[in-house]
């Protein structure tokens, strides 16, 4: 058992890496989405899906 550990660390270690990047990407996310920031960062003026974003916050 041992052996297979250290044969798979550095399989494991760049997993572990990998998976934090993605937590943190989609975590960014959620949190931009709750502060009504927009995903693509060139703003809505011109979007044709900006109704589908931002209908909970038009007036």
Do not use: D, Q
Not at 23 to 38: D, F, M, N, Q, S
């Amino acid at each position: 058992m041992p052996l297979s550990i250290t044969v798979n660390l550095p399989t494991m270690v760049i997993a572990g890496i990998v998976a934090a990047l993605f937590l943190a990407i989609v975590i960014r996310g959620i949190v931009k989405h709750r502060r009504g920031e927009t995903g693509c960062g060139c703003g809505c003026s011109g979007c044709p899906n900006s109704g589908l974003c931002h209908s909970a916050k038009k007036k």
